[in-house]
């Protein structure tokens, strides 16, 4: 069984940056692609951001392509979203997932999710 721990988030002003974690055991981690989700409330889960298995395919969604940065680090069995100049509307829960082979952008898709971390962006 899979397990996604996540971490990283927290407050911050509008234009900071936080830096989220997500740990991954249970399987083999280099045959699953990674992704990134966030919920605010009344609104539907969203895809955020994607990585492949081996690292080097990244997908954003358009609201932080050039903001955020997914990554991965296969040794430490982690996947990384480096946010950046944030704004009040990416505040929301956060949440890894992973499903195997090739990454997609639609919950649906994914196998296994972590429990979320909170992002909350003042203005």
């Known amino acids: 069984q899979v397990e996604l721990v996540e971490s990283g988030g927290g407050l911050v002003q509008a234009g900071g940056s936080l830096r989220l974690s997500c740990v991954f055991s249970?399987?083999?981690?280099?045959?699953?692609?990674m992704g990134w989700f966030r919920q605010a409330p009344r609104r539907e889960r969203e895809f955020v951001a994607s990585?492949?298995?081996?690292?080097?395919?990244?997908t954003y969604t358009d609201s932080v392509r050039g903001r955020f940065t997914i990554s991965r680090d296969n040794a430490k069995t982690t996947v990384y979203l480096q946010m950046n100049s944030l704004k009040p509307e990416d505040s929301a829960l956060y949440y890894c997932?992973?499903?195997?082979?090739?990454?997609?952008?639609?919950?649906?898709?994914?196998?296994?999710w972590g429990q979320g971390t909170q992002v909350t962006v003042s203005s």
């Open positions: 997932a992973a499903r195997q082979g090739v990454v997609r952008a639609r919950p649906d898709e994914y196998d296994y």
């Open positions: 990585i492949s298995w081996h690292g080097t395919g990244t």
């Open positions: 249970g399987r083999t981690f280099t045959t699953y692609g």
